[in-house]
């Protein structure tokens, strides 16, 4: 996987993604991405997994291992490149077995 990380997404931030919010504690609400890194990261059992870094203005990170929303992320850079900010509203979905997954689209 090829890591992302815009500029507002500064060394201090990654630092700081490890403790970063769960994406998921803002399911049903919309947030404002001003800075995003995509990248691999071992888990608690040390298996790297890719995750999902959204930065707000207000310096909060939110972090995701979701696949669905990852693959979204991807594409956030560009929008920011356009527009500065990009809105995106996370949901949470019912997957298979009852399982929840997130997603986020743009608001």
């Known amino acids: 996987m090829e890591e992302i990380r815009t500029e507002l997404f500064t060394a201090k931030d990654m630092f700081n993604s490890t403790t970063a919010q769960a994406l998921k504690t803002v399911a049903g609400q919309t947030i404002d991405v001003i800075a995003v890194w995509v990248t691999e990261r071992p888990d608690a059992d040390g298996v790297v997994q890719p995750v999902a870094n959204f930065k707000t203005a207000d310096g ?17 850079p560009e929008l920011l490149k356009e527009s500065g900010t990009v809105a995106i509203r996370v949901e949470s979905r019912q997957g298979k077995g009852n399982r929840e997954y997130l997603v986020i689209q743009l608001a």
């Open 60 to 76: 909060t990170i939110y972090g995701s291992i979701s696949q669905p929303v990852i693959r979204s992320a991807v594409a956030i």
